[in-house]
């Protein structure tokens, strides 16, 4: 198998062309140099495009565009097989058309959107490129029963036209850095709700609930991306928002909810670092900066755990604590008590007032996860290692 080497968007573009020139029948795949597993895989014939597959998200994908042009297949297509064959997603829509669930318009325009947005991957992949690896392509041909190229056939020219020109859109409205894979989620909530009119508040944390990717939002919000994308960037440039990376979802499980979980903490960069922590092993997360404020907050988003600083101004940790104590709906909610300061005259005081664990500072993945399994259930995540899909409708943050 010959592979080339792509060093840059106008040899992307010479090496589409020529299979649109010489009439290619076969699949390109897209690596990077020292993986021999393909990322993206595009499915020609005769030169036009028939399909394309996808090693990031490909169940969100499809959800994407069974949304868009077929919704009232996409929740009869859940409960699918738990297994997935090669190609599973080509062959459930083409066994859609079969049926007559599913119109030949509708399949070609899933497939050409599923297309675009594989196509756009690839061209930021090229502008973006990973150190120490070079992206790569090659040709290989595949049975002819894998595609049924007779349903559906796409002009090249035409879908790469679109695709660079949703490319070009991203890139000068100062988005190239940023993958529309990312989902946001919440950092600062309460320097959030402090900046923005609530409204806008609630809009945002039904947003950025670390669940739905940029593109899973456009679709579900029926907005363009870019605006979309636009509208919460100051927040992302401010820390309030982050864009994390997620796991696909799973159609084959029962939906789960992950547990909300609340840090009191004035520090900006420790509220982040825990943030990051949680969202992507699939909890929900808030950070309460104010300790005054923190009783209120509590019982507004009534979380299943909460962390809880010891050094902090006006009231520290200890009386933050006894505070929580004295509301019964948080009697048994676990609170652990973080500190810098790790010694058993803390963890004594920490315990009288009815603190139900320590962790000492700094914060760390292995440490604040090993807490949180010991007090709630496991994160789905952490399970399997898939994100399991919350709702079919938003869920907003803080609602326990």
């Not at 030949?104 to 991957?121: M, T």
């Not at 070079?134 to 002819?144: G, W």
């Amino acid at each position: 198998m010959t592979l080339y080497k792509i060093e840059n968007s106008d040899e992307l573009a010479k090496y589409i062309q020529i299979c649109s020139r010489d009439k290619v029948s076969g699949r390109l795949d897209f690596s990077f140099s020292g993986s021999q597993r393909a990322i993206w895989s595009l499915f020609f014939h005769q030169g036009c495009l028939t399909w394309g597959a996808g090693e990031l998200h490909p169940l969100r994908r499809w959800n994407r565009q069974l949304r868009q042009y077929c919704p009232h297949l996409a929740a009869d297509s859940y409960q699918q097989k738990t297994e997935r064959p090669q190609n599973w997603d080509y062959s459930s829509l083409v066994n859609q058309v079969k049926q007559g669930k599913l119109p030949q318009g509708k399949l070609a325009a899933i497939i050409k959107g599923n297309i675009l947005e594989i196509l756009f991957d690839i061209i930021q992949a090229v502008h973006l490129p990973r150190q120490n690896a070079e992206m790569q392509l090659a040709y290989s041909k595949f049975p002819q029963d894998v595609i049924d190229f007779t349903l559906v056939s796409l002009q090249l020219e035409q879908v790469w036209q679109q695709a660079w020109k949703a490319w070009t859109i991203w890139q000068q409205a100062g988005l190239a850095g940023f993958s529309p894979n990312l989902a946001p989620v919440i950092w600062d909530n309460e320097g959030l709700q402090q900046q923005t009119s609530q409204p806008v508040y609630q809009n945002l944390t039904t947003m950025a609930n670390g669940n739905w990717t940029l593109r899973d939002l456009a679709v579900k919000l029926r907005q363009p991306l870019v605006p979309l994308t636009q509208s919460i960037m100051p927040y992302v440039n401010q820390g309030m928002i982050g864009l994390i990376h997620v796991a696909d979802i799973s159609f084959y499980v029962k939906p789960v909810i992950g547990s909300l979980i609340a840090y009191i903490e004035d520090s900006r960069f420790d509220s982040e670092m825990m943030g990051r922590i949680l969202a992507p092993a699939g909890y929900r997360f808030i950070n309460i900066r104010d300790s005054i404020q923190a009783l209120p907050m509590l019982l507004e988003h009534k979380p299943d755990l909460i962390f809880l600083d010891l050094l902090m101004p006006v009231a520290n940790g200890y009386e933050v604590c006894a505070q929580i104590r004295r509301v019964s709906s948080f009697r048994n909610t676990p609170v652990i008590i973080i500190t810098s300061s790790d010694g058993i005259v803390d963890r004594v005081r920490a315990k009288i007032v009815g603190s139900s664990g320590f962790l000492a500072k700094p914060i760390e993945p292995g440490k604040v996860l090993s807490v949180v399994q010991q007090y709630l259930p496991v994160s789905p995540l952490a399970v399997s290692g898939r994100s399991k899909e919350p709702h079919i409708n938003f869920e907003v943050v803080g609602n326990g």
